[in-house]
DNA sequence: GTCTACCTGATAATAACTTATGAAGTGGGG
DNA sequence: CCCCACTTCATAAGTTATTATCAGGTAGAC
């Protein structure tokens, strides 16, 4: 648990940066770094983990502004496994938390604009095929009918069907 | 669901952006924008949110690349219903850029249910219709027919109509 | 006293990124 | 045929970001 410090010297020669870029990267990302007594750095191994991570994103592209913001949103949040209820960081991320409110709240909504999408569709689809099994038997029984004449009307029986069908 | 579309004239000052801007934006955080026949840009709504967000980002002072990283955490999944859960963090616990391109997720996500809903309408609407003529030409047939047998049934003229039928 | 290792602040030199312009060409309309 | 609104490719100009250097200082070690 003792805790180990670099010099400035050292860190420069770990990380194989020079010194005044340290100093640089410490002022435009805004990273706070420990001093002595006379006001030298005292540079942790957090301090350096944090460093490297810096130097990946620097690899990648990404920029200061950038980088900013992704160690904004690490550093205080190895801990807590996964937030169930929005991220704090209330200090620097206001617009973080924002935004995964807005998130949550549209998702809800759209989650609940789904559910009522598949009862229409059910009941769409329901209608569907009720006009389906009427239109066949609108068919039917037309077919039917015409039978009916066909043969029946052909022998002059129309009495029979009349009524049958006066009878429905 | 009529897709809409607009040429980069009209892009330019909707948002206020110079045309050889867009078209630096569009190779620069690789957004692929559809052509017509000709080769002219044809930006979709969903085209100008994504621009939209891009010049937000922008103005926060994220390069290129870190617009283009949340960008890409975007565009791959679509479909996905809603994620439960905020995923965690992939490489560097970047949420920021997480939560970006999670409000890009569910907004399109958002399009997606409004499209839904309105294919169903339409569905819905045709139905009506085809249910409406449905019923009127049936209830017209049968009425026909009825009338038919009524009266020239009673009268045993069934050659007739029969006949008549038959003709058509 | 001189070295060494650090500090701050300012400035210079580069590199990277953005925006603006120009040239040359295409196709639709009036 | 010319104008308009596009296109591409190339390059210039303007801004920022990053890295390097220099000057002037402090404190501990030999």
């Given at each position: 648990m003792k805790e180990r410090f670099y010099k400035i010297g050292e860190v420069s020669e770990l990380l194989n940066i020079e010194q005044h870029t340290l100093r640089y990267l410490e002022n435009s990302l805004k990273i706070k770094i420990r001093r002595d007594e006379r006001g030298d750095r005292l540079y942790t191994d957090s301090d350096i983990d944090t460093l490297r991570l810096v130097l990946k994103l620097k690899e990648k592209g990404l920029n200061t502004t950038a980088i900013r913001?992704?160690?904004e949103n690490v550093e205080e949040e190895p801990p807590p496994p996964v937030p169930e209820t929005v991220p704090k960081g209330p200090l620097v991320n206001f617009e973080f938390v924002e935004a995964v409110s807005l998130v949550r709240q549209v998702s809800e909504?759209?989650?609940?604009?789904?559910?009522q999408n598949k009862l229409l569709e059910e009941r769409l689809r329901l209608l569907e095929?009720?006009?389906?099994r009427y239109s066949r038997e609108r068919d039917a029984t037309l077919n039917e009918l015409i039978q009916l004449l066909k043969t029946e009307g052909a022998e002059s029986k129309s009495k029979s069907w009349l009524s049958r069908l006066r009878g429905k």
């Open positions: 913001l992704a160690l909504q759209n989650e609940e604009i789904i559910r095929e009720k006009l389906d």
